[in-house]
T-cell receptor
Framework: TQLLEQSPQFLSIQEGENLTVYCNSS?????LQWYRQEPGEGPVLLVT?????EVKKLKRLTFQFGDARKDSSLHITAAQPGDTGLYLC???????????FGKGTSLLVTP | EPEVTQTPSHQVTQMGQEVILRCVPI?????FYWYRQILGQKVEFLVS????????KSEIFDDQFSVERPDGSNFTLKIRSTKLEDSAMYFC????????????FGAGTRLSVL
């Protein structure tokens, strides 16, 4: 099973600040996905990154896939309270079916 | 917007009892999954199901677990004899083949084994 390490585990910031969270592994992935999970809900896909070095933007969220396709980062600009949630990275297993998740970064943005 | 629905939202059971967790996947999806998330831990894969058979299962998915698609809409997870350590959030997900490998998750069922 590929191990996805996410850091930091917890992050509490004030509205308007920028932040970056990380997802690292020793394995190489064909693609990597970022999900956001709110309390009492299931994970919701934010983005899939496929190409090494790829950068994808989703409004104030910027996702980057490492050149070696072993790691990824999520940068949030000018965080808002609505960004509060658990951010998970995930990658498909070698079989292509199962998703292996990291433990996530729990983000709290206070007004 | 189509969504995966799960029932019940919260299930409380006694240790040793059988439980059935229900899911209605998105209607034109063909791949179905169960995951669980123990409180404070990561989301863990249990099983995937395609064409009326299990396509992959994890070490967690032992003989106490089974899945079924009894009709054209429901996808169920049965735990035959629940243990305390089965307490977790159970998430169902479905996927459209060639749909970009996107799994859509339900809101989950919280299973509490007493």
């Amino acid at each position: 099973t590929q191990l996805l390490e996410q850091s930091p585990q917890f992050l509490s910031i004030q509205e308007g600040e920028n932040l970056t969270v990380y997802c690292n592994s020793s394995s190489v992935f064909s693609s990597l996905q970022w999900y956001r999970q709110e309390p009492g809900e299931g994970p919701v896909l934010l983005v899939t990154v496929v190409t090494g070095g790829e950068v994808k933007k989703l409004k104030r969220l910027t996702f980057q896939f490492g050149d070696a396709r072993k790691d990824s980062s999520l940068h949030i600009t000018a965080a808002q309270p609505g960004d509060t949630g658990l951010y998970l990275c995930a990658a498909h297993s070698n079989s292509g079916y199962a998703l292996n998740f990291g433990k996530g970064t729990s983000l709290l943005v206070t007004p | 917007e189509p969504e995966v629905t799960q029932t019940p939202s919260h299930q409380v059971t006694q240790m040793g009892q059988e439980v059935i967790l229900r899911c209605v996947p998105i209607s034109n999806h063909l791949y179905f999954y169960w995951y669980r998330q123990i409180l404070g831990q990561k989301v863990e894969f249990l099983v995937s199901f395609y064409n009326n058979e299990i396509s992959e299962k994890s070490e967690i998915f032992d003989d106490q677990f089974s899945v079924e698609r009894p009709d054209g809409s429901n996808f169920t997870l049965k735990i035959r004899s629940t243990k305390l350590e089965d307490s977790a959030m159970y998430f169902c997900a479905s996927e459209l083949p060639l749909g970009g490998d996107i799994q859509y998750f339900g809101a989950g069922t919280r299973l509490s084994v007493l």
